[in-house]
């Protein structure tokens, strides 16, 4: 079977989503708020009711990883980060 997982539609308008935004930080917090996992991924628009949404995840890194501190460090930094428990 083959899936198509690019695609993002608006349940409430039932619409295809626009990417508006490639490469956007994400960062999950942890319980104690600590940022522990570290993710792209790109910002679908609806056209019609303007919710966002973040898809088309990428590059997931996690904090026992040696090179988290320093991708965290440049994604604090970025004006589009999401940040989410
Ligand atoms: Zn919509």
């Known amino acids: 079977m083959q899936t198509d997982w690019t695609k993002v539609v608006c349940v409430q308008c039932k619409t ?6 490639i490469g956007t930080p994400v960062v999950e917090l942890d319980a104690y708020g600590e940022p522990y996992n570290l993710c792209y991924g790109d910002v679908a628009t609806c056209p019609l009711c303007m919710a966002q949404v973040i898809a088309r995840w990428g590059s997931p890194m996690h904090s026992h990883e ?17 940040t989410f428990k």
């Not at 295809?16 to 935004?21: A, K, S």
């Not at 040696?66 to 999401?82: G, I, M, Q, R, S």
């Open 16 to 21: 295809e989503m626009v990417i508006t935004l």
């Open 66 to 82: 040696e090179k988290f501190a320093a991708h965290l460090e440049a994604a604090l930094k970025d004006k589009n980060l999401v």
